[in-house]
């Protein structure tokens, strides 16, 4: 394969950071309840931690992957898919939304868990191989350790107004207790990695 034709693998991290000025978590809302006065999993830094991991093993895999929002910035929306699609009007890519679900009041925690992919409701056939390819592997991978939610179609900006195949991964309840006390184990976070690598595997090779 030439390296020219080869896809560009975009991750985005959503929600944003901790300020490094201020020690303080940016985004509103987007994480556990507290547990003994602690939030356990404040979800835009979880998603970062997870994004770094999936562009590590990705690049190990062969593969061409970028963490475009490589800041504890939460980056508005519009601004994130002007910067994919300039990257779109150069080369062959694919944007991957890494994200973790919530559910409830935001102050207790709540029974829905499972694993979620998402894709735009009136999508290109290649985003739904690739929310295929991606969602196969994550269903194999937390078989009897997460629910599994399937794939489904949502109006989100960041599958709408991207101009490559995208898909949006919602990779656990951070309102779910004992999920959260998953989703922050390193088990759970190899279980990530492996299903998206794998995933974009499948999907390099059979779009
Ligand atoms: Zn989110």
Same mark, same amino acid.
């Given at each position: 394969m030439k390296t020219s034709k080869k896809t560009l693998f975009i991750f985005g991290a959503g929600h944003g950071g901790i300020n490094?000025?201020? @020690?303080?978590?940016?985004?509103?809302?987007?994480r556990s309840p507290k547990e003994n006065g602690k939030t356990l999993l404040f979800e835009g830094v979880n998603n970062r931690v997870n994004v770094a991991l999936i562009v590590k093993g990705m690049l190990e895999a062969g593969h061409d992957a970028i963490?475009?929002?490589?800041?504890w910035k939460d980056v508005p929306l519009i601004e994130r898919t002007r910067k994919i699609n300039e990257l779109c009007k150069t080369r062959k890519c694919v944007f991957i939304s890494v994200h973790s679900d919530g559910a409830g009041n935001g102050r207790d925690w709540y029974s829905a868990s499972g694993i979620s992919t998402f894709k735009y409701t009136k999508c290109s056939k290649n985003s739904s191989l690739l929310a295929r390819f991606v969602h196969q592997e994550l269903t194999c991978n937390f078989s009897g350790v997460s629910k599994d939610r399937g794939i489904r179609s949502k109006n989100f900006h960041m599958l709408r107004e991207t101009n490559c195949p995208a898909i949006l991964l919602?990779? @656990?309840?951070?309102?779910?207790l004992a999920e959260t006390k998953r989703m922050l184990a390193n088990d759970w976070r190899m279980k990530v990695v492996k299903s998206v690598v794998d995933g974009c595997d499948i999907y390099e090779r059979n779009h």
């Open positions: 490094p000025e201020t @020690g303080r978590y940016v985004t509103a809302g987007k963490n475009i929002f490589d800041t919602e990779l @656990g309840f951070h309102t779910h």
